[in-house]
């Protein structure tokens, strides 16, 4: 069977990070949406996007393909309902498709000539932005259950503080001495070559995945995701950095999900509650409004390639797009369109030419190349976003 993802009907709602790829390819927990799925079934699968990110992902079709909502994340019952799909069959949770069989070619128009499947557990899924670092507990503990499963962790050097009822697995190559790991509310997983520095404290449920590093003396509350390749360092809480980002200095992230390629300045914080305790209101790329969250706490949401100088204040609730480079004294607006240079003064458009001179400085630091493929899709969300822009 061929399985393949699809970005389904809350791909808007998850901008500004699926400007720059499928829903699948979001982290939460320990691995992105793509990579659970992929261990569940054993199988490569590929995704149908927005086409102007199918070069970069393409899919792969089939004579018979099961096709899955990506906003929703595996668990074992689901992955074995999705096994035993039939052709022209669907699996629902209320009103919406969560996976179906259908043929080479054809495109359901509605899906009244399917058998429904209706599936009744209770799933994790992921509609809003903010249910990325609402969701991370429980999204790192079935993680860290498919990742362990049937392996022994490396040995925890003697100089390493550890309590509470909850694993901790490190894989080989970690390095971590003289630091305290907290399990009492979930389990802490470290991943391949990543490295925790003396002094840091760290309480579950937390995932440093390969070659990431906590600094010196940082504290880190869960759930908290730092993702491959990415640097943490002064207050961490509840949040999830999605790859090859940099927070390493001191200041505070709380509540808030950065992409990659993203670097905060030291010395920068972010406010996750308002003064007055009241319900915190997000931008919405759809409605071109701040939305109701129902939430009291959160963040920062930081698109990839996004940058902070030193000592930048975000309040509550700050959207920030894709390639945007804030600096300067005071707070800046709590939406920052994508390709924005600036800060509480104003902001000028950020050429594609400059970000692109930027971002390939960055990426040869880690040894990867800013692509042909990268530049296109950077390239029409610059055009994309230019609306935002100009009401700027």
Same mark, same amino acid.
């Given at each position: 069977?061929?399985?393949?993802?699809?970005?389904?009907?809350?791909?808007?709602?998850?901008?500004?990070?699926?400007?720059?790829?499928?829903?699948?390819?979001?982290?939460?927990?320990?691995?992105?949406?793509?990579?659970?799925?992929?261990?569940?079934?054993?199988?490569?699968?590929?995704?149908?996007?927005?086409?102007?990110?199918?070069?970069?992902?393409?899919?792969?079709?089939?004579?018979?393909?099961?096709?899955?909502?990506?906003?929703?994340?595996?668990?074992?019952?689901?992955?074995?309902?999705?096994?035993?799909?039939?052709?022209?069959?669907?699996?629902?949770?209320?009103?919406?498709?969560?996976?179906?069989?259908?043929?080479?070619?054809?495109?359901?128009?509605?899906?009244?000539?399917?058998?429904?499947?209706?599936?009744?557990?209770?799933?994790?899924?992921?509609?809003?932005?903010?249910?990325?670092?609402?969701?991370?507990?429980?999204?790192?503990? !079935?993680?860290?259950? %498919?990742?362990? &499963?049937?392996?022994?962790?490396?040995? =925890?050097?003697?100089?390493?503080? *550890?309590? @509470? +009822?909850?694993?901790?697995?490190?894989?080989?190559?970690?390095?971590?001495?003289?630091?305290?790991?907290?399990?009492?509310?979930?389990?802490?997983?470290?991943?391949?070559?990543?490295?925790?520095?003396?002094?840091?404290?760290?309480?579950?449920?937390?995932?440093?995945?390969?070659? !990431?590093?906590?600094? %010196?003396?940082? &504290?880190?509350?869960?759930?908290?995701? =730092?993702?491959?390749?990415?640097? *943490?360092? @002064? +207050?961490?809480?509840?949040?999830?950095?999605?790859?090859?980002?940099?927070?390493?200095?001191?200041?505070?992230?709380?509540?808030?999900?950065?992409?990659?390629?993203?670097?905060?300045?030291?010395?920068?914080?972010?406010?996750?509650?308002?003064?007055?305790?009241?319900?915190?209101?997000?931008?919405?790329?759809?409605?071109?409004?701040?939305?109701?969250?129902?939430?009291?706490?959160?963040?920062?949401?930081?698109?990839?390639?996004?940058?902070?100088?030193?000592?930048?204040?975000?309040?509550?609730?700050?959207?920030?797009?894709?390639?945007?480079?804030?600096?300067?004294?005071?707070?800046?607006?709590?939406?920052?369109?994508?390709?924005?240079?600036?800060?509480?003064?104003?902001?000028?458009?950020?050429?594609?030419?400059?970000?692109?001179?930027?971002?390939?400085?960055?990426?040869?630091?880690?040894?990867?190349?800013?692509?042909?493929?990268?530049?296109?899709?950077?390239?029409?969300?610059?055009?994309?976003?230019?609306?935002?822009?100009?009401?700027?």
């Amino acid at each position: 069977m061929n399985y393949i993802l699809f970005d389904g009907p809350y791909r808007s709602n998850l901008l500004p990070f699926t400007y720059t790829k499928p829903v699948a390819d979001l982290r939460i927990g320990i691995l992105t949406i793509r990579e659970k799925w992929q261990r569940h079934l054993e199988v490569t699968i590929t995704t149908v996007t927005e086409d102007y990110l199918s070069d970069k992902y393409p899919m792969v079709e089939m004579e018979l393909n099961v096709m899955i909502n990506a906003s929703f994340l595996p668990s074992t019952s689901l992955v074995n309902l999705i096994k035993s799909l039939q052709p022209n069959e669907a699996i629902f949770e209320g009103d919406d498709v969560v996976a179906f069989c259908i043929e080479e070619g054809r495109e359901p128009d509605d899906f009244s000539g399917f058998k429904s499947v209706e599936f009744d557990e209770d799933l994790l899924k992921i509609e809003h932005t903010w249910d990325l670092f609402k969701l991370n507990g429980p999204a790192i503990e !079935a993680d860290f259950n %498919l990742v362990t &499963k049937g392996r022994s962790s490396q040995s =925890i050097s003697k100089t390493v503080n *550890v309590f @509470g +009822e909850h694993p901790v697995f490190i894989e080989e190559g970690a390095q971590l001495e003289f630091v305290t790991l907290n399990t009492n509310n979930g389990p802490i997983y470290i991943g391949n070559n990543a490295e925790l520095m003396e002094g840091s404290i760290i309480r579950g449920p937390f995932a440093l995945c390969d070659h !990431a590093t906590v600094k %010196l003396g940082a &504290k880190i509350y869960g759930p908290t995701t =730092i993702g491959p390749h990415s640097k *943490v360092g @002064g +207050e961490v809480n509840n949040s999830i950095l999605m790859g090859y980002s940099n927070k390493g200095h001191d200041g505070f992230l709380g509540n808030s999900v950065l992409g990659e390629w993203c670097n905060i300045g030291a010395d920068s914080n972010t406010s996750n509650l308002k003064n007055n305790y009241a319900e915190v209101r997000l931008w919405d790329y759809q409605t071109e409004g701040f939305a109701r969250t129902g939430l009291q706490f959160c963040g920062l949401m930081m698109g990839d390639h996004s940058k902070c100088g030193i000592n930048t204040m975000f309040n509550t609730g700050t959207v920030v797009g894709v390639s945007a480079n804030i600096f300067g004294s005071g707070f800046p607006r709590n939406f920052v369109p994508s390709f924005s240079w600036g800060g509480s003064k104003g902001f000028v458009t950020y050429k594609t030419n400059k970000a692109f001179e930027v971002a390939e400085k960055v990426m040869e630091r880690r040894q990867v190349i800013l692509s042909e493929q990268d530049k296109a899709i950077l390239s029409h969300v610059f055009d994309e976003s230019s609306k935002f822009r100009k009401a700027d």
